[in-house]
């Protein structure tokens, strides 16, 4: 796998920058190989927005970042036709969502119309305006930051969106050696510094999605990812202390998630083969936004991280 040493690269640059969130930056390369978007999750301050941009700053591609407001319009996103008085014609200009790698900041802040404005960008890779659909760039993926502890104003992402997310991932707080690090860097930190250059470029990326495309998955391990899929559906059949516990389970296009993101895990690490410990590292961030939980689980604030747990545990892996 000759782009595979790029990718690594690549890999070490992001740690260069970012400390302490090492999860974090795995699965944003993950999301750039299997090509898929990445939903971001977590507290004020936790490097969220600045390993994304580190990221597309190790990318040479288009990059944009939109901060999502509860007064962005639709076609502050996917741009319109602009009217020319010069010969009474009208010319499309194109919005953000026609660069490579998209920064959707705080996305969960702009109201229903704006976030379904993603819907047919993020899983068609095109965008219609009036009678005419345009491709969107190869590469295209959305790597999108939500805050969890401020709700007053935010408009949570309905189901259908968050099922687009091919990753959700949930930040905690640093180490106290890791935090202690965070304060050394910066105070050592050049404020006229320039930002780290590119890496990789896009022709690399699309090579290397190619060489994950080729990771092998044993038919044990299909029948594995497949089985947890199918038990987030009825987790009583496997965890009884879970019953009755789910609302709506994850869909097929979860079982297809997990093994994209498996297959790039494993190329991440070095192997041409996707194991089931690769399965149940990722299973979480692929499962963890496609869980509806029942009233009743809600009631006694049962958590779908805790559910996963529990089926990882229980379904037999090969």
Not at 62 to 82: A, S, Y
Not at 288 to 306: C, G, N, Q, T
Request: charged residues 25%; glycine residues 6%; aromatic residues 6%.
């Amino acid at each position: 796998m000759p782009h595979q040493t790029r990718i690594l690269e690549l890999r070490q640059a992001l740690e260069g920058v970012i400390v302490g969130q090492s999860k974090l930056l795995d699965r944003l390369v993950i999301g750039l190989l299997a090509g898929g978007h990445v939903l971001v999750e977590g507290l004020p301050g936790l490097a969220k927005t600045t390993a994304v941009k580190t990221l597309a700053a190790g990318v040479q591609a288009g990059f944009r970042r939109i901060q999502f407001t509860p007064d962005l319009l639709p076609g502050d996103l996917t741009g319109g036709d602009i009217y020319r008085p010069q010969d009474g014609s009208f010319q499309f200009s194109e919005g953000p969502l026609f660069h490579e790698i998209i920064l959707a900041d705080e996305i969960n802040r702009a109201p229903a119309k704006v976030q379904s404005a993603l819907l047919e960008a993020m899983q068609e890779r095109q965008i219609t305006v009036g009678n005419a659909t345009r491709k969107l760039p190869d590469l295209f993926m959305v790597m999108a930051t939500q805050n969890p502890l401020e709700q007053a104003g935010t408009y949570p992402l309905p189901e259908a969106q968050l099922d687009r997310f091919l990753l959700h991932v949930s930040l905690d707080y640093p180490s106290a050696d890791e935090e202690l690090e965070i304060m050394r860097r910066d105070r050592a930190r050049d404020w006229g510094e320039t930002p780290p250059s590119a890496v990789v470029d896009v022709a690399c990326v699309l090579a290397a999605r190619a060489e994950v495309r080729q990771v092998h998955i044993a038919p044990a391990v299909e029948t594995y990812l497949v089985s947890l899929a199918r038990a987030t559906r009825d987790p009583g059949e496997f965890a009884p202390a879970w019953a009755g516990s789910v609302a709506v389970g994850a869909s097929p296009r979860a079982a297809l998630a997990l093994a994209h993101a498996a297959a790039a895990l494993a190329y991440l690490r070095g192997r041409d083969y996707v194991s089931p410990d690769d399965v149940r590292e990722i299973a979480p961030d692929c499962l963890r936004h496609r869980i509806m939980l029942s009233l009743e689980a809600r009631l006694k604030k049962l958590d779908r991280d805790a559910l996963i747990a529990g089926l990882l545990d229980s379904v037999p892996a090969p």
